[in-house]
């Protein structure tokens, strides 16, 4: 396990040929400094944002030993990809389709960062996401889009993946979208049926979504509604940003809280180290810990 205080390398763009897409996927690439045998965290950003996002989450999680790559979705705003586009219907699907292509090309990233090759444990390869994001990370853990019928759509699960990280993930569709949402993004639609990988959600109790006509309980949907070992850590008034996770000077957090971030760097840190390695106790130790606070920030349930 490396160091706390491990140097890391970000390099960005690396570009990766994606045929079909309209354009090369770009992705920044952050690793430590040294170490080898990484895991490999491919990230999924929110709407709007870019590989230059979630710093908070980014930094600490390669200063503390995982290769973290993240692509630019086509819904970037550094991308000006309108509705008038013909790839918009699709764009949930090449959010999918990014995070795969990432996989399939670490050869390449690892040729594009200097000291990298050959420092990759890719039997340990685990995704995380926000928001949409979260979405997006979730079809690589078994999640579907479901259809108007309600019927499954197409597995995009990744094998290769062996767990996940979903924070402020949307719930179901249906009838708990909001006529906007309903009109605007078909795709909201998912399943959690099949979804089996493990997987830690994070949820807000104060995040009212305007997707929605539920309540916070609608980012819990991917712990309830999927089987398998999957936990849940709930922050106590918090809302979408979780504290802040997109940035560290993002105008869009209305309930900054260092502490708050504190708590869901380490938390999702400690998830992923035990879930990719076994003999780790690094999550039951975290899980205890935030158990025995008097002063506590959240709670965690799990199955």
């Known amino acids: 396990m490396n160091h706390p205080d491990e140097v890391v390398v970000s390099v960005r763009p690396v570009l990766l040929p994606a045929p079909g897409r309209g354009e090369d996927l770009r992705v920044r690439v952050s690793a430590p400094a040294t170490g080898d045998d990484l895991p490999v965290l491919v990230f999924s950003h929110g709407f709007g944002s870019s590989l230059d996002g979630y710093a908070p989450l980014v930094d600490f999680w390669a200063g503390r030993g995982f290769v973290v790559i993240q692509p630019t979705h086509l819904d970037s705003r550094t991308l000006n990809v309108t509705p008038d586009d013909s790839r918009y219907p699709e764009i949930w699907r090449f959010r999918v389709q990014d995070l795969t292509r990432t996989l399939d090309q670490l050869d390449l990233i690892e040729a594009a960062v200097p000291g990298l090759a050959g420092r990759l444990d890719r039997s340990r390869i685990a995704t995380a996401g926000h928001s949409w994001g979260g979405q997006t990370a979730s079809m690589l853990l078994g999640a579907r889009v479901l259809d ?156």
């Open 148 to 303: 108007a019928e309600g019927l499954v759509g197409e597995d995009m699960s990744d094998p290769r993946v062996k767990a996940g990280v979903l924070l402020a993930v949307p719930g179901t569709g249906g009838a708990d979208l909001t006529p906007f949402a309903a009109e605007h993004f078909s795709f909201m639609n998912p399943g959690f049926a099949e979804m089996t990988t493990p997987a830690l959600v994070v949820a807000g109790d104060k995040d009212q979504s305007a997707l929605t006509v539920r309540g916070p309980d609608w980012f819990t949907d991917a712990y309830f509604l999927s089987p398998g070992t999957k936990s849940l850590l709930t922050l106590f008034g918090a809302e979408h940003s979780l504290g802040g996770v997109s940035g560290y000077t993002v105008t869009e957090t209305t309930d900054e809280s260092p502490e708050r971030i504190a708590l869901v760097q380490r938390l999702s840190w400690a998830f992923l180290r035990s879930a990719l390695y076994p003999a780790d106790t690094s999550w039951a130790t975290a899980s205890a810990e935030l158990g025995q606070d008097t002063d506590r920030l959240g709670q965690i349930e799990s199955r």
